[in-house]
């Protein structure tokens, strides 16, 4: 083969790694930016590094395509990290092992155990804004894991328990507690100093207690209960400044009205609809009662409510990529689905698997199942394992935007992996990044589930 003659002032560049040739253009080591040694690989005129070729090999890799090659998975992570450091580009490995987009749901392995210090089981979870990183809530304590899961720190807390657990930026989280008022700015940088505490004026001048955490780009959203139990609302800061900006969802409690008794217990943002979701249940003598309200946060507004009393939802999760709200059924412990185009709709919950095997009975089949949405799936726990809840697009290709109401369809894989993984029923799951992390009732660890067909586990 006759190659075309490179002229001396070519683009292209030779960098001698290790006593290994590699060949690459200016632009591509100028990503990596200026502080980089492959940023100054582009203007030396002498090229050898004294590193590892190999190692070398896969970082070019991330630098050119933006993620891991397939071969990455025989590298030891620390020695990827270390020489993502060496040459000033770990910004770039934390994105290709933490992005999103090479989460593959029908491909998770159980890659790790994260252990904890001390008897607690996690309470609660939260994923870290940017990395793949987790911040974990157990006891009194609050353990964090920096994005390549391998080191840790572990800070003490004014809580006997933590309940609600939320980064608000890099190394800052909100936390509360059903039984300690307030909801305490934690600084993890300054060994868990409390930055500030934030409280809720109730009309009865009591203390309050924090029921829920979330947020959105702008807004900081908590869900206050008064310690006397007789009143609840949640407000609105501004996520910079920590600033109220407004009080939404107040209910005073007012003779034998349990619903307005009843705190919103889950807040979440939906982007694309600049709404807030809130959501509460109540176990009574009768059974178990709820809401779902759907706020407008700038005009102060209530768009839309659902009241449940026939089989109300164990746990309930919205998705701003399949534009439906999502809940399982204490009862039933079956899934159902309402699209968020047709609020206000007088029956909005529409059935998914088959109906001949729906029941509702006394057991409450779905008493402590767990559901959240990722991407465009949703996972439901049922037990010790998982249900994972796909769209089946049909219809016509114009239909994909949901611009027009199509009949929509759900199918539903489950996890025979975690079927061995343990007899210990699944508490909570969090995502973040390309992971799944899961919690079981009575462990002391957090388990870390990953696609093998998107590079190294971790």
Known sequence: MNFPTIPHESNVVSINVGGRIFQTTKQTLTLAGTNSLFSQLATESTRFVDRDPDLFSVLLYILRAGNLPSRSRA??????????RYYGIESFLIDSLSNSSQFEPFDLRKSRILQLNGRDSPSTI?????????????????TSFDWSLRQKSTVLTNFSAVDSLLEISPGVLAAGATDFPGLQIIDLQNDGFVRTTLNWENVTRSSSTVQAIGSSSEFLFTSFESSRRNSNSIMVYDISSL????????CEIYGSDIDSAIPSTKLRWIQSYNLLMVSGSHTSPSGVNGHIRFWDVRSRNMVW????????FSDITVSDNLSAVFKVGVSSG????????????????????E?????????????????????NHVFCSKGSGIE????????LVGNASRDVMEERVFR???????ADSGENKITGLVFGGNRMFVTRKDQQSIEVWQSPSRGILM
Not at 243 to 250: R, T, Y
Not at 305 to 312: L, N, S, V, W
Not at 334 to 353: C, I, K, M, Q
């Open 75 to 84: 590298f030891d992570i620390r020695d990827l990290i270390n020489e993502s």
């Open 126 to 142: 939260s994923p870290t804004t940017i990395g793949g990183g987790l911040h974990v809530a157990h006891g009194s304590k609050i």
């Open 243 to 250: 600033l109220p900006v407004s009080e939404i969802d107040h």
């Open 305 to 312: 409510e659902i009241k449940e009393t026939q089989d109300c």
């Open 334 to 353: 079956e899934v159902f689905y309402t699209d968020l185009r047709s609020l206000g709709a007088t029956d909005p919950w529409v059935f998914l698997g």
């Open 355 to 375: 109906e001949k095997k729906r029941s509702l009975n006394e057991r409450r089949e779905g008493f402590g199942c767990k559901i959240e949405s990722y991407g």
């Open 388 to 395: 994972l809840w796909s769209e089946v697009i049909t219809g």
């Open 412 to 418: 539903k894989n489950s996890f025979g992996k975690l």
